[in-house]
């Protein structure tokens, strides 16, 4: 295939809450014209895949995102050209939650949780979706606060239920996270972990990488490499880091991990949708305009993707095989430096899209529109 061809098809997921307000603990800093309803959300999703031409799913987060009528949201959609994506569940953002949601010791506080485990799968069923995302925000904060070993014990109770609900389509999605919200314990702090509860739960279950989850200078692609090989990567959390969490805009801070990413899923064949692998953005912006930094992030990825395809893979085999240190690097180092921008605003023209996605943007009035239009009612904030 062609590296046009393998980029046309590329995909993209956007995240709902990337075009609502967010902030950090400090203060959210609101922005005019943001989504005010789910469907406000979509419609912006829709904006960043007319424009992009690679972005025709956007995720749910429940409750967000919660409506009366899935299968409306879902029809709504369509008829703007995209779909609805994973279903990402939250147990994190009630009192009860306090002390862990699935890890809980009050079994009480373990059944709600998994009911609402339940609900999502529930709700995948009704929007068509194929991926229950989890993300736990479970942990200790302090020593002997709770007994680590039950806690396990509990979570992979609660994620053997969940599965066991899951359509034969269905796959859950499990993410892990360093630290935070707890700082001594996390529940699921690293990829052995959701690795070793997938690998017990069959193949319905496959972990997540967020690329903000990891200790800095953690090899990403290695973790990308040896969870392709186990046939366990089920998708991407994109999204930038300098410190910790920081979901900032994909490629931003590393764009040279990005491609190393990008390299190991184009070695691996996988980057077509037909390989299983969910390519998302989870990202928050913060300071700056939502959409238009959604477009930039999902450029950030095709850019990577496009210096991927250009590895010169003959070329690198041989020096490998050779032993030629230096010239296998070269070779790696040379597809990283080529400008691939000349190549991707062809695509795009030959895709009938305007070859510049950002200043189409501006161009477009949207921006004003949304402003204008969006008066009245609350922002649908990060929590709303
Ligand atoms: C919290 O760290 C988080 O950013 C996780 O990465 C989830 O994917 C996301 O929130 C949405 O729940
Ligand atoms: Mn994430
Ligand atoms: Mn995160």
């Not at 956007?14 to 005019?32: D, E, I, L």
């Not at 009366?68 to 369509?78: T, V």
């Not at 306090?98 to 373990?110: A, F, I, Q, T, Y």
Request: a negative charge; glycine letters at 8%.
């Amino acid at each position: 295939m062609s590296v046009k061809d393998a980029l046309r098809g590329q995909r993209i997921e956007t995240p709902s809450w990337a075009y609502a307000n967010s902030g950090t603990r400090f203060k959210v800093f609101a922005q005019q014209g943001v989504p005010r309803t789910p469907y406000e959300k979509i419609d912006d999703a829709a904006v960043v895949h007319r424009l992009t031409g690679i972005a025709p799913t956007v995720a749910l987060h429940i409750p967000w995102d919660r409506v009366d009528d899935y299968g409306k949201l879902a029809s709504y959609a369509r008829d703007r050209g995209v779909a609805l994506g994973a279903v990402n569940s939250n147990v994190f953002q009630d009192d009860d939650y306090k002390l862990g949601s699935v890890c809980h010791p009050d079994p009480l506080v373990r059944r709600k949780a998994v009911g609402h485990l339940l609900e999502c799968v529930d709700i995948m069923d009704r929007t068509g979706s194929r991926d229950l995302k989890l993300w736990f925000a479970d942990g200790l904060n302090y020593p002997g606060q709770d007994d680590i070993r039950a806690r396990q014990d509990r979570l992979a109770e609660a994620l053997r239920e969940t599965c066991a609900r899951l359509g034969p389509d269905q796959r859950m999605l499990l993410e892990y996270k360093l630290f935070e919200p707890a700082f001594y314990v996390t529940d699921v702090p690293d990829w052995g972990t959701a690795y070793a509860h997938c690998l017990t739960l069959g193949d319905q279950a496959q972990v997540v990488i967020d690329t903000g989850h990891h200790a800095p200078g953690t090899n990403i692609e290695f973790i990308v490499s040896f969870l392709l090989r186990a046939g366990k990567l089920g998708a991407f959390d994109f999204n930038s880091r300098f410190y910790a969490d920081d979901d900032l805009m994909a490629g931003a801070a590393d764009p040279f991990q990005l491609f190393r990413i990008m390299h190991e899923i184009v070695l691996a064949d996988a980057l077509e949708p037909a390989a299983g692998i969910t390519f998302m953005l989870d990202q928050c912006h913060n300071l700056e305009p939502k959409i238009p930094a959604v477009i930039r992030s999902v450029l950030n990825v095709q850019e990577a993707t496009a210096k991927a395809l250009l590895v010169d893979h003959g070329a690198l085999d041989e020096a490998q095989r050779a032993g030629d240190v230096l010239g296998a690097n070269a070779v790696l180092m040379d597809a990283y430096n080529t400008d691939v921008r000349p190549l991707l605003r062809e695509l795009r023209e030959d895709m009938g899209l305007d070859p510049d996605p950002v200043a189409a943007y501006r161009r477009s009035g949207y921006a004003e529109q949304i402003v204008r239009e969006r008066v009245g009612g609350e922002a649908a904030g990060w929590g709303a």
